[in-house]
Structures are given as C-alpha cells and as structure tokens.
C-alpha cells in the first residue's frame, strides 16, 4: 500500500521538510532558521550550538511525520555538512533523531534534485530552462542539456559571502567590491567548467529558488504574511533584484526586519544573496527571473515516491 514520503533538507541557513502523500500533493511543508553553518567557513567543523539547533527541528520534524503515518523518508544534507570534518557524525545523529536515512548531496547532485523539483510543475514554453538555487553556503545552477541535467555548484552562498566579504552592517564601497569579486571569481570558475550552463542563449527562462529568491518575492509584492500563491512563479525583473539589494543594503540588519516580507533570520545574509543573483543574471544574459517554491524538496521526494511506488 502507498504511503506518505518526507524530505528533509539540511541546508547551510534553513531546515525545511515536505510530506507528501502517494500522489505527491504536499501534506506538510515547514521551515526553520537553523544557521547549521554558522562558522564552519572559519573552523572547518559544524559547531554544538548550529547542530544542537538542528537536531531539535529534526526532532519537531520526527514528531510531524509519525503523526502523517509517515515511515518513508530521506534526509539530505548540502554545503555546510559537504565542508565540515565533523559533517559524518552529524548525519548519524541526524538518521537517529528522524528514524530514516540521511546523506550528503554532492553539488551536482544538488543541482538535479533543484532542477527536478522546481520544473515539476512548470508550464512547458518551449525554451530552454535553468535553475538558479541561492543556498547559504553554496549557489547552484542546472540546466537540461542535450537530454540530462547537467548542474554545477559554486562557493557563493549567501551566508560563505556574507562572513566572507559583506558583512551584515550597511554595506560600503569596500565590501560590496570584495563581494563582487568573490561572485565573480566563482563565475568565471564555473563557466570555464561548465560553459554548456552559460550559453543557453537570449530566450534563457531564470527559474530562482530558495529563500533569497523567496524573501525578494515576498519583498517584492509587500506581503505581511508568507502566501505560496503570490510568492510562487512571481516574476521579478533585474531592475527589482538591484533596486532591494541597494535599498537593503544600505540599512543595517534590524532595520531590514521592518520592510513587508523580511523574513526573521535572513536580515543578515539577504543582501549577500541578492548580489548573487544579479552576478548570475547579469553573467546569463537575462533581464527576468521567476520565483520557485518547488524545490530540492520536491525533487527528493518525487524520487522516493517513484522508489517506493
């Protein structure tokens, strides 16, 4: 008999879960400001205080799926579990805590589950389609090319920019000059390895996906209170990525806090994040990017449930 999924993703800024049930409607989807990556850049090892707060939303999470009848799941783990020395004995904790397993996702293989989920339900156009996943630690950019998914991951997560170079106070000359740099340092790295990403041509459709892209969408329509219908699949043009990342930067983090749609812990590393999806956009040639809530999510547990079917 079929039976409900969960997939859980232990991002570098966020831990997220999706029920769904054997059609693949979602039953459940949450989100929690987790920071697991907080000072790995600098130590090279997750710290107690990230994990432990990790752990305790697995926790909440293991208490959701059993009361969904949940039995099946996968937890992945992205950048800030890829870079740190203690990355192991974290998923150890992590398949104790929620009952199933977890792993670590390579960077491509992060960019194919993205791609999967965000094209799940995307009205077919005729163009080519790449997806541009803005995580903390790492960004993420997939395309489908002469028939595969064909993905490449960089070190340019907002939260690795923003400790790297940015910093969370009102941004100066200076800063957003090493940033930019930064970005385009890792640009000019993934399009010497990947240059099929980087010439998909001017009919280019920019799918953005996690919660820089999420956050500006929610900026963007002045929305008190997150609403998956406004947020998902909202256009937003290049003019409107500049126009926040300056007018949020030049605001120190708590003020960010008062603007409609600032989601509460991503004050600090929204700017970082904005830099990079202008970098992207202005590298890919494309004047518009379109809002995903489909995710990684997705494309993880439409997997399970065709492994499980």
Do not use: K
């Not at 803005?134 to 939260?159: F, K, N, W």
């Not at 989601?263 to 590393?269: F, K, S």
């Amino acid at each position: 008999m079929a039976e409900p999924v969960a997939a859980v993703d232990c991002g570098s800024n966020s831990t997220r879960l999706l029920i769904t049930d054997p059609e693949g409607r979602a039953m459940a989807r949450e989100m929690r400001i987790t920071r697991l990556s907080e000072g790995v850049d600098a130590s090279g090892e997750l710290t107690e205080v990230a994990v432990a707060r990790t752990l305790a939303v697995l926790e909440e999470y293991h208490g959701l799926c059993e009361r969904a009848g949940v039995t099946r799941g996968l937890c992945v783990a992205t950048s800030a579990v890829r870079d740190a020395r203690n990355g192991g004995a974290f998923l150890a904790r992590a398949r104790e805590t929620l009952g199933f397993d977890a792993v670590v996702l390579s960077g491509e293989d992060e960019a194919t589950y993205s791609f999967e989920g965000a094209t799940v339900d995307l009205a077919e156009e005729g163009r080519p389609v790449a997806i541009l996943d803005v995580g903390g630690g790492s960004t993420e950019i997939a395309s489908r090319v002469d028939g595969r998914v064909l993905g490449y991951s960089m070190q340019i997560g907002c939260v690795r920019v923003t400790e790297r170079a940015l910093g969370p106070d009102p941004v100066d000359a200076e800063h957003a000059t090493r940033a930019v740099a930064m970005i385009e340092s890792a640009l000019e790295a993934a399009a010497a390895a990947a240059p099929e990403l980087f010439a998909l041509g001017p009919d280019l459709r920019l799918v953005g996906l996690a919660g820089t892209v999420s956050t500006l969408a929610q900026l963007d329509a002045g929305l008190d209170h997150y609403d998956r219908a406004v947020v998902h699949h909202r256009r937003l043009s290049r003019e409107a990525v500049l126009a926040w990342r300056d007018r949020l930067g030049s605001e120190p983090p708590a003020a960010r806090l008062g603007f409609p749609g600032m989601v509460a812990g991503r004050e600090d590393v929204i700017v970082a994040g904005l830099y990079v999806v202008d970098a992207v956009m202005a590298r890919l040639g494309v004047d518009e990017l379109l809002s995903s809530e489909s995710d990684i999510l997705d494309g993880i547990a439409g997997r399970l449930r065709l492994s499980f079917a």
